[in-house]
């Protein structure tokens, strides 16, 4: 009989602590993951510090996991069969629960957020791409406005699905902070879409944005780069520009892509935070919240083919710190002392 092992958060503010807990059992959508990888996401500083999203102590939290499948739930089994490789993405943010918290040996995860991992993918790759790839989806493709927190809307900027094929679109959409976990995923999905992509990074992260399908990519620290960039959507005839999605989102992020939107007409304002307050009429802006099931679809039918043949790569790269759950404590002081165009990766 198989044990499982957590780090669990006893209290806002404090280091996670390793010990027993129980085995996740599956509810009927479920599969239970025996974690070979678990990713660290900036969310899940907020949840060790402040308890943000985290509904009772202790605490298992995290929400990128790949692994085996262990268990598997009744309606699930036409998907997925014990022993499958897959890539996960934890929910223990609404539900609350310690079962589908990432940070354990064992994960309960719902079937409509996983997929198969080709095995030519190793699990310390595969991981870096769940959480992301559910929040691009919700970035790019909810239709209509739904709600990221009391008085927030998501945004709703009604975009295609990636697809398999190669498909072009007269749409064009920037991506701030295109290094970024989230922002690379955007670009890659909006880049799969069709869509003309113009992202916003360090100059050592272009070849990165431009390996996830970025047509250009401008450095945020040079000095014009703004003019650039608003020339750069606006130079091509017969093109929509859509708006920006801002992986970012700081009052510095904000007042440029208030200024770029005021250029080019206005447009969506995709954030991942809660947005300015006050935008003009022709802005419409949002806050994504990337558990959506806005996403069911892309895991059903696009990640493993598109795993498989190269058109979704797992990006950015993983920087792998250590081996045991003991490691997350340091995973999360490295992710809380800012990465680069990396995702933080604890082995198990
Ligand atoms: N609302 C939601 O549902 C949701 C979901 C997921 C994430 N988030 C939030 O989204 C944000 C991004 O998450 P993540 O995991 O993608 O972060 P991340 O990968 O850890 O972000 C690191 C990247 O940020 C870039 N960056 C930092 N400051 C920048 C700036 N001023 N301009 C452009 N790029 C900048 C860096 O780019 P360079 O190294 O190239 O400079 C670096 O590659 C976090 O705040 C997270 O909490 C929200």
Same mark, same amino acid.
């Given at each position: 009989m198989s044990s499982n092992k957590a780090a669990w958060l006893n209290k806002a503010g404090t280091p996670l602590e390793v010990g027993e807990a129980p085995l996740p059992v599956p509810g009927p959508n479920e599969i239970v993951i025996q974690n070979a990888a678990i990713a660290i996401n900036p969310l899940d500083c907020h949840m060790q510090d402040h308890g943000v999203f985290v509904q009772q102590f202790p605490a298992i939290f995290g929400c990128d996991v790949a692994g085996i499948v262990s268990e598997v739930g009744t309606e699930a089994q036409g998907r997925f069969k014990k022993g499958d490789r897959v890539l996960g993405h934890a929910i223990n943010l609404v539900t609350g629960k310690p079962q589908d918290g990432a940070y354990a040996l064992y994960t309960a995860v719902p079937a409509d957020k996983a997929a198969i991992l080709p095995d030519s993918i190793p699990f310390t790759q595969g991981v870096v791409a769940a959480f992301a790839l559910e929040a691009a989806v919700c970035a790019l493709s909810v239709k209509t406005p739904g709600i990221a927190m009391p008085g927030v809307p998501t945004p709703a900027l009604g975009l295609p699905y990636p697809s398999l094929q190669s498909v072009s679109s007269n749409k064009t959409l920037i991506?701030?902070?295109?290094?970024?976990?989230?922002?690379?995923?955007?670009?890659?999905?909006?880049?799969?879409?069709?869509?003309?992509?113009?992202?916003?990074? $360090?100059?050592?992260?272009?070849?990165?944005?431009?390996?996830?399908?970025?047509?250009?990519?401008?450095?945020?620290?040079? $000095?014009?780069?703004?003019?650039?960039?608003?020339?750069?959507?606006?130079?091509?005839?017969?093109?929509?520009f859509v708006g920006i999605f801002d992986a970012i989102s700081t009052q510095e992020t904000y007042d440029i892509d208030l200024k770029i939107l005021a250029k080019l007409g206005g447009g969506h304002l995709a954030a991942v935070h809660p947005p300015p307050p006050e935008v003009p009429e022709n802005v419409k802006a949002g806050m994504i919240f990337a558990v959506n099931d806005v996403a069911t679809p892309v895991w059903k039918e696009y990640v493993t083919p598109a795993l498989e043949s190269g058109k979704l790569k797992c990006l950015p790269p993983p920087t792998i710190v250590g081996k045991g759950l003991e490691y997350v404590n340091e995973a999360l002081a490295k992710s809380k002392a800012g990465v680069s165009a990396t995702k933080l990766v604890v082995e198990l």
């Open positions: 991506v701030y902070g295109g290094s970024s976990s989230v922002g690379s995923m955007t670009t890659q999905l909006a880049a799969a879409a069709g869509i003309k992509v113009i992202a916003i990074a $360090s100059e050592r992260n272009f070849d990165l944005c431009k390996s996830c399908g970025a047509s250009e990519v401008f450095d945020y620290h040079e $000095s014009g780069f703004v003019e650039k960039v608003i020339a750069a959507a606006s130079s091509a005839q017969g093109r929509e």
